[in-house]
């Protein structure tokens, strides 16, 4: 079991810039893959970006590349989330995540997930 806990949301004017950080606790038995999602009102949760534990795969949804970037520091149990240019649609509540395998876009696959932080950008 992973503990997860999400900071680094906030408010932001459009084309702004925030960093999310994701902090992790607790026992793993295997490399875990890390991602993040987003859920915004009435919307379902979709999926961001994620990468592999040793940072060799990562992905990104097609609607944040070129914007976001995920990075991760294994010593310090913590994976970020670097976001630019940031648009009023990027508005969400955004959770951090993990599964024992590789990277994957489909929220169901994860096992453990932080309490989410808001992320809204205003025009």
């Known amino acids: 079991q992973v503990q997860l806990v999400e900071s680094g949301g906030g408010l932001v004017q459009a084309g702004g810039s925030l960093r999310l950080s994701c902090a992790a606790s607790?026992?793993?038995?295997?490399?875990?893959?890390m991602g993040w999602f987003r859920q915004a009102p009435g919307k379902e949760r979709e999926f961001v970006s994620a990468?592999?534990?040793?940072?060799?795969?990562?992905a990104y949804a097609n609607s944040v590349k070129g914007r976001f970037t995920i990075s991760r520091r294994n010593a310090k149990n913590t994976v970020y989330l670097q976001m630019n240019s940031l648009k009023p649609e990027d508005t969400a509540v955004y959770y951090c995540?993990?599964?024992?395998?590789?990277?994957?876009?489909?929220?169901?696959?994860?096992?453990?997930w932080g309490q989410g932080t808001q992320v809204t950008v205003s025009s």
């Open positions: 995540a993990a599964r024992p395998g590789g990277p994957d876009t489909g929220y169901d696959n994860y096992d453990s």
């Open positions: 607790g026992r793993t038995f295997s490399s875990y893959s």
């Open positions: 990468i592999s534990w040793s940072g060799s795969r990562i």
